[in-house]
């Protein structure tokens, strides 16, 4: 795969979220596999999900609204309730979800929590113009961050295990953000709070 990403030249993107998971007992197939996709308001949105919802004993109560799932994983239950409460919110209009304010992101960072009630929650969501990131509030495993802009220097790879020289490669102006559950690089990675949520647009922090 990382062969593939690095000579395909086709990809372009402001993000890109990968999610590598074993699977914790649903079946092996394409339904259940992460990140899943819904429409709402003529944005694709997707969301990754690591670890465990007990959502199955208490599902029935739930209200997902007009997002069904497809397969039979406890994310994209969660996934679709959450998209359903984002529909309540913004409604179907494209110009309202295009607009999130600082109260928005409170709002999303409370319903993150309820879903965290269930289980543990690490998930990245996107609608192709912010990436939304959450961490389990009880510190289920980790999640972390870097901020990467100039001035670029030589950095190292930690599971390839050599060295890259970052001016080489970036413009003066480029910046964005990286987040993973373990540092990639010898940089200085920052850990994420329990229950926080940070959102990322346009390679800029705008909520944490």
Known sequence: MGEFIREYQEIR????????RLTSGSDVCYRNTH?????????QYVF???????WY????????????????TDSEWAFCWL?????KRFGTDEDSTDVWSSEDFDWLQTKLH??????DLNCLMSDGVRLFSYFDKRKYN???FLIRKSPFGSIRLMDDDFWIDLSDEKEPDEQGVI??????????????????????????????
């Open 13 to 20: 993107s402001q993000i890109f979220i990968s999610h590598i």
């Open 35 to 43: 990140p899943f996709c819904r429409e709402l308001g003529g944005k």
């Open 48 to 54: 990754a999900h690591n670890k465990t919802l007990l």
């Open 57 to 72: 004993d208490k599902k029935g109560g739930l209200d997902l609204g007009d997002f069904k799932p497809v397969g039979d």
């Open 83 to 87: 998209m359903g409460q984002i529909k």
């Open 114 to 119: 309820d879903i965290n009630e269930y289980g």
């Open 142 to 144: 980790s999640l972390m």
């Open 179 to 208: 987040i993973a559950t373990s540092p990639l690089t010898d940089e200085n990675w920052v850990s994420f709070k329990p229950g926080q949520l940070i959102v990322v647009e346009n390679g800029e922090i705008i909520y944490h």
